[in-house]
């Protein structure tokens, strides 16, 4: 069954960089959108980006277009959020997500739909101070 462990979370000072990473295993053929997210206590959770790992399209939430980099390393079996210009807005717990295509496309509109998403991580916290 598919399973995604997020790492790479931390405390950073605002306009510093993290990278986080999301290892993915037991993804079938189909499951080949891998979206990241992220939720603060009382918030509903938010898509930041997304990726089709077959053709690399990527989709970003307008908060973090420009700062935010969503990458793939299919020999690792890894999904990347490359952080940078970090701001306090952007504390958050972040998840990384996956689902099919044929359940979710348009990957744009999915980043806004999380319960369209059937796997999830356990989440890596973002701190920015």
């Known amino acids: 069954h598919v399973q995604l462990v997020e790492s790479g979370g931390g405390s950073v000072q605002a306009g510093g960089s993290l990278r986080l990473s999301c290892e993915v295993s037991?993804?079938?053929?189909?499951?080949?959108?891998i979206g990241w997210f992220r939720q603060t206590p009382g918030k509903e959770r938010e898509g930041v980006a997304a990726?089709?790992?077959?053709?690399?399209?990527?989709y970003y939430d307008d908060s973090v277009k420009g700062r935010f980099t969503i990458s793939q390393d299919n020999a690792k079996n890894m999904v990347y959020l490359q952080a940078n210009s970090l701001k306090a807005e952007d504390t958050a717990m972040y998840y990384c997500?996956?689902?099919?295509?044929?359940?979710?496309?348009?990957?744009?509109?999915?980043?806004?739909?999380?319960?369209?998403?059937?796997?999830w991580g356990q989440g890596t916290q973002v701190t920015v101070s």
């Open positions: 037991g993804i079938t053929e189909g499951t080949n959108c």
């Open positions: 990726i089709m790992l077959l053709g690399a399209t990527t």
């Open positions: 997500a996956a689902e099919k295509a044929s359940v979710i496309m348009p990957l744009g509109g999915a980043l806004y739909r999380p319960t369209l998403w059937g796997y």
